[in-house]
C-alpha cells in the first residue's frame, strides 16, 4: 500500500489554524497559548506514530476539529479549574494530599450513596477518590468493571451520568478531585465495536487483533507473559468468524489495536468527553500492554509511551486540570519512562503507582528485612517536576510478586530472598505465618500474587480468631508501620477502602451473586458503615477505633510537614541494622521502621546534622539515643 501525501490544508501550520478557527472566539487567546506547548507536540507524536498508516493524515483532522469542539463544551467550573492549575502545576502535590480507592457498590451502594459520604472522606483527609470502574460494563462476568461495554453510559446499578454530573459537582464543592479508570487497553466482547467486528465489519474488525490461526498468535506466545495463568491463560480466544482475537487479560476483555489510527481518535475522545464530566485523574488502565512487538513481552514499548504523551498533549490542550496516572505494574527500572524520557521528560503521566516500593513493604514485612526496602528506594530516580508516585499498601488487585524477580534474586550484591516462601507466608502456609491471605495465580513453581485485606495480612484476623492480646498488638502495629510507610515515601498515598478501620477479608467471597470465584475478592469487602458510627460493639470495633485513630494522626502529622509533600526528595538510610529500614524526607524529616518481630536498638542516625530530633507525631522532648525502636513499630521525626 503507498501512502498518500499529506494534502496541502494539512500542514502543521493549516492544522493549527483551523483548530483555532474551530474554537469560540472567546477560547482563542488562551487555545493560541496552550497550542504553543501542546500543539506541535501532539502533532509530532501522532505523526511519529500514524503517519505510515493510510489514514493517519485523516485521523489528525478529525482528532483536532473534535477537540474543538471539546473545548467549546468543557463546563465553565473545570475551565476556571484548568486555568487555576495552569497557574499551580504542583497543585496535587502538597503533604495535604491524600487518595482513596474504592468500588462504589462497595462502599456506598450507588453514585448518590458516594456523593452521601463526601463528609466521611472529607473527615479522614480524602482529596482524590478513585471509584473504580463505574461505566457500563459487560452483562455477566467483568473483571469487576475493567470489561467496559459503554464508556458513555453508566453502569445501571450505579447510577446515571447526572448522578456522576452531581457527584462531580458534590466532591468538587469539597475539594476533593474524582480518579476515574480509563480502560484503554481492552474493550469488552459485547462493545458496539466488538460487536460489529464479529458481524463481519472490516472497520471494526481492525479495532482489534485477530489472526486468521495460531500462526502468528504462537509466535507472539513465544516472548508473551501471563497476567492470569490459572483463570484466563494464554493471551489469544477463538472467536467464530474473526479467528484469534487478542486477549491478554479475560477472553472477555479483547486488546485494543492502537496501531490503528482510529482507535486513537475514538478513545482520545472518549476521555475528552469524561473530562468534560468533571472527571479531573485518569487511571490509565494496564498502561504497558498498549503496544505489542514479536519478539518482546509487549510490554512498555515506546510506541505504547508515545500514545500516553499524545494523551497528555491533547489534555494540555483541552483539559490541562487533568491527571493522568499510569498503571503500570512494572518493574522500577521501567517505570520512569512513564513520567515521558527525553525531550519528553515530564510530558507523560503526572502519576504513576510505585507497586515495586508497595510489593516490596510486604516482602520486607514477611522476611523481616528492611533492606529489601531500603534497596528498591535506592533504585527510585527523583521525577521530573510536577510529577510523583502513587505510593499505597493495598489495593483491589493481588500483591503482584513479578516486580521483584530482580531484588529477589539479590542483583546488585543484594542478599536475596524467595518469593515463594514470602506467597506462602501471605497464605498461611510457613511455620511462623500470622498471616491470613491466599495466593493468586501461583503455583509451587512460581509466585505469581497474594490476595487478602491488610487487617488479614498483618495478622489481625488470626489474632482476633485466637483471642490473643498480644498478637493483636503486634498486628495492629504491622497495619500502622505498612501505612506509615506509604505516608513518608515520596508520592501521593492512596488508601484502600476499609484499611482505615482495619477491616478483614471478605467472608463472603464467592459465594454472593455479584462477585466472581476469582481469588482477587477476597480484599474486596462491603463497608462496615457500622464501624464508622459506631454501631459495633466487641473486639474488632476495638481494633477499627484504634487503626482508624492511628492513621488519622499519621495523616495529620504528614499534612504539617512540608518534607513530605509528594514530590519533595527521598533518601534511604544506610543503616547498619538489616531489620531496620531508614527514610530521610529533606534537612529535617526522617523515618525509622521496624520490620521485625525483635526490638531494635539504633545507636544514631547516620549523618552529622542535624543532631536533636522530636517525635514527629508526639512532639515532646528532643529524643535520647539510642533509641529503642520497638517490634514492628515506627518512629517519624523531626529535627528539633
Ligand atoms: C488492571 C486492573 C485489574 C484488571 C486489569 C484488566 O490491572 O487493576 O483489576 O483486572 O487491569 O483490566
Given amino acids: 500500500m503507498t501512502t498518500p501525501a499529506p494534502p496541502a490544508a494539512q500542514t502543521d501550520a493549516a492544522l493549527r489554524e483551523r483548530f483555532l478557527a474551530a474554537v469560540d472566539a472567546s477560547l482563542r487567546p488562551t487555545m493560541a497559548l496552550r497550542w504553543e506547548r501542546h500543539g506541535q507536540r501532539l502533532l509530532d507524536t501522532l505523526r ?24 467549546n463544551a468543557r463546563p465553565l467550573a473545570l475551565r476556571a479549574q484548568d486555568a487555576a492549575r495552569a497557574d499551580d502545576p504542583a497543585w496535587f502535590l502538597g503533604p495535604d494530599m491524600i487518595g482513596y480507592s474504592a468500588y462504589v457498590d462497595r462502599f456506598a451502594g450507588t453514585l448518590q450513596g458516594v456523593a452521601a459520604r463526601v463528609d466521611y472522606l472529607r473527615a479522614l483527609g480524602v482529596r482524590y477518590l478513585h471509584l473504580l470502574p463505574f461505566q457500563r460494563a459487560r452483562d455477566g462476568e467483568s ?54 467486528a464479529r458481524a463481519g465489519d472490516r472497520r471494526y474488525a481492525d479495532y482489534y487483533l485477530a489472526f486468521e490461526d495460531r500462526a502468528i498468535p504462537d509466535r507472539h506466545e513465544a516472548t508473551l507473559g501471563q497476567v492470569f495463568p490459572q483463570t484466563a491463560p494464554g493471551n489469544f480466544t477463538h472467536v467464530d468468524g474473526l479467528g484469534w482475537v487478542w486477549t491478554t487479560f479475560y477472553p472477555y476483555q479483547w486488546d485494543l489495536n492502537w496501531a490503528n489510527p482510529r482507535v486513537f481518535v475514538d478513545m482520545a475522545l472518549t476521555l475528552l468527553r469524561m473530562a468534560n464530566r468533571g472527571i479531573e485523574a485518569f487511571r490509565l488502565d494496564s498502561t504497558a500492554y498498549l503496544w505489542k512487538r514479536e519478539g518482546t513481552a509487549s510490554l512498555n514499548q515506546p510506541e505504547a509511551h508515545a500514545i500516553l504523551q499524545a494523551l497528555h498533549a491533547l489534555c494540555g490542550l483541552v483539559a490541562p486540570g487533568v491527571l493522568l496516572k499510569a498503571e503500570a505494574i512494572v518493574p522500577t527500572r521501567e517505570l520512569p519512562p512513564y513520567f515521558g524520557s527525553g525531550e519528553a521528560t515530564g510530558r507523560e503521566c503526572h502519576l504513576a503507582y510505585h507497586s515495586t516500593l508497595m510489593a516490596a513493604a510486604w516482602a520486607a514485612l514477611a522476611e523481616q528485612r528492611g533492606d529489601v526496602l531500603r534497596h528498591v528506594v535506592e533504585q527510585t530516580p527523583p521525577l521530573p517536576p510536577g510529577c510523583a508516585w502513587i505510593t499505597y499498601v493495598r489495593c ?49 513453581s512460581h509466585a505469581h500474587g ?123 538510610l544506610a543503616l547498619d541494622e538489616a531489620a531496620l529500614f531508614g527514610l530521610r524526607r529533606g534537612e529535617d524529616f526522617v523515618a525509622l521502621f521496624n520490620l521485625s518481630g525483635q526490638v531494635q536498638r539504633l545507636e544514631r542516625l547516620p549523618m552529622a546534622a542535624p543532631t536533636s530530633w522530636r517525635d514527629a507525631i508526639e512532639g515532646g522532648d528532643p529524643l535520647a539515643f539510642p533509641l529503642l525502636i520497638e517490634p514492628y513499630a515506627m518512629r517519624w521525626l523531626v529535627a528539633a
Fill in 48 to 71: 511519529a506514530l500514524y503517519a505510515a498508516h493510510a489514514y493517519g493524515g485523516a485521523a489528525v483532522s478529525e482528532l483536532l476539529a473534535e477537540a474543538a469542539a471539546a473545548a
Fill in 143 to 196: 473483571d469487576g468493571g475493567f470489561a467496559v461495554r459503554d464508556y458513555d453510559a453508566i453502569e445501571p446499578a450505579l447510577g446515571t451520568l447526572d448522578d456522576l454530573r452531581a457527584l462531580t459537582f458534590r466532591l468538587r464543592e469539597a475539594g476533593i478531585s474524582l480518579c476515574a479508570d480509563f480502560v484503554l487497553n481492552h474493550t469488552s466482547d459485547d462493545h458496539r465495536w466488538a460487536l460489529a
Fill in 396 to 444: 483491589h488487585d493481588d500483591i503482584g510478586w513479578g516486580v521483584l524477580a530482580a531484588e529477589a534474586a539479590g542483583d546488585a550484591g543484594r542478599a536475596p530472598f524467595d518469593l515463594g516462601r514470602v506467597s506462602r507466608f501471605y497464605a498461611g502456609e510457613t511455620e511462623s505465618s500470622y498471616a491470613r491471605g491466599r495466593a493468586f495465580q501461583s503455583d509451587a
Fill in 450 to 572: 497474594s490476595n487478602g485485606m491488610t487487617s488479614a495480612l498483618v495478622g489481625i484476623e488470626s489474632a482476633l480468631a485466637a483471642g490473643d492480646t498480644h498478637a493483636l498488638a503486634l498486628a495492629e502495629r504491622r497495619l500502622v508501620l505498612l501505612h506509615g510507610i506509604a505516608l513518608a515515601c515520596a508520592g501521593v498515598p492512596l488508601l484502600y477502602m476499609g484499611d482505615e478501620l482495619a477491616l478483614g477479608n471478605d467472608t463472603a467471597f464467592g459465594r454472593g451473586a455479584d462477585s466472581g470465584d476469582e481469588g482477587r475478592w477476597l480484599h474486596r469487602p462491603k463497608m462496615d458503615w457500622r464501624l464508622v458510627e459506631g454501631a459495633q460493639a466487641g473486639a474488632q470495633a476495638g481494633v477499627a477505633m484504634r487503626a482508624n485513630a492511628a492513621l488519622r494522626e499519621l495523616i495529620e502529622a504528614r499534612r504539617r510537614t512540608p518534607a513530605l509533600a509528594a514530590d519533595a526528595p527521598m533518601q534511604a
